[in-house]
């Protein structure tokens, strides 16, 4: 498989449960992103990392809690989330921070 | 901080026909770069032309043509032959190029591309 993969495509999740987002770049590349698309906003970055590490860390509220154990796979762990955190997340990839970002087709989160 | 404003939720255009989408954007920055975001209904976010502040030349890419008005802050996106293909919402993008938080792409609100057969 080719290019930056996202697995589910779909969730649904009651507030009190417990889920993982998986992200996974095949491109070789070294810096990963997390972004919150909603409807009629702007897409809000929400993570960086580099070399697998953190660099950025935009004010997400903590019930969202990334994790980068290398540096083709990112994962975004979710706990007593709100309605309102019902949105695309999507994931992209980039060769360093200064390069193009390539995004995969998004997790569609619901939250009830 | 910077901002980036597409002022058109919505636009539609005839086959074959030329659009064009517009983007204005905020920064008090000499060197980053803008950029055009295809987001087709399979929600795949593409990239579809990229612009460097300190080049004059407006980019261009096929069918796709920027036209890059740095003093007024303006970043364009024109689609000529438009094709049934070319359906999608268009996100401008901003990024600097230097420093802390180059990795961070500020996205405006997009414009939703409608092409009529």
């Known amino acids: 498989e080719t290019g930056v993969t996202q697995t589910p495509r779909h969730l649904v999740m009651g507030m009190t449960n417990k889920k993982s987002l998986k992200c996974e770049q095949h491109l070789g590349h070294n810096a990963m992103y997390w972004y919150k698309q909603s409807a009629k906003k702007p897409l809000e970055l929400m993570f960086v990392?580099?070399?697998?590490?953190?660099?950025e860390n935009n004010s997400v509220p903590s019930r969202f809690s990334p994790e980068c154990p290398n540096s083709s796979h990112l994962f975004l762990h979710l706990h007593t989330l709100q309605p309102e955190d019902s949105a695309l997340y999507l994931c992209?990839?980039?060769?360093?921070?200064?390069?193009?970002?390539?995004f995969g087709p998004g997790t569609r989160l619901t939250v009830t | 901080a910077q901002t980036v404003t597409q002022s058109q939720p919505e636009m539609s255009v005839q086959e074959a026909e030329t659009v064009t989408l517009s983007c204005t954007y905020d920064t008090s920055e000499s060197d980053y770069y803008l950029f055009w975001y295809k987001q087709p209904p399979s929600r795949q976010m593409i990239l579809v032309i990229r612009?460097?502040?300190?080049?004059?030349q407006n980019a261009t890419e096929n069918r796709f043509s920027v036209n890059f008005q740095k003093a007024a802050k303006s970043f364009s996106l024109k689609i000529s032959d438009s094709q049934l293909g070319d359906a999608a919402m268009y996100f401008c993008?901003?990024?600097?190029?230097?420093?802390?938080?180059?990795?961070?792409?500020?996205f405006g609100k997009g414009t939703k591309l409608s092409v009529k057969p």
């Open positions: 612009q460097e502040a300190y080049k004059q």
């Open positions: 990392y580099s070399l697998e590490e953190r660099v």
């Open positions: 993008a901003y990024r600097r190029n230097y420093g802390g938080s180059q990795g961070n792409l500020i």
């Open positions: 992209a990839s980039s060769q360093a921070l200064s390069y193009e970002q390539y």
